[in-house]
């Protein structure tokens, strides 16, 4: 089973990406394109010209995860950045992502540091 609890990024790679490409293929463009180390505990999102399938790669223990979503109806919210470049997200922005909606919620709650005393 996929266990998120232990991700520290998500990195979505703008643009469109060709998701004929396996895990090896994915793997040598987060090294060789974003210049990422693609073992590190991080989720690596990919979406296709059409925005109606992802592909996450994630490296577990000794193994890589791919995960393939499709949409029956619908895009999803991909962001609008050159290819080439990632952005860098956090695991709620991703699940809205996957939930069709805009990374940016602006009605969302905002994020509490539980560090600052008030």
Known sequence: MLNLAGIERVYLACGSTDLRKSIDGLVAMVSQVFKLDPFSPCLFVFCNR???????????????????RRLEKGRFQWPSSPSGETLTINRRQLQWLLDGLELDQKRAHPVVDAHVVI
């Open 50 to 68: 059409q925005r109606d399938k992802l592909k996450i790669l994630y490296w577990d223990w000794n193994g890589f995860w791919l995960l393939y």
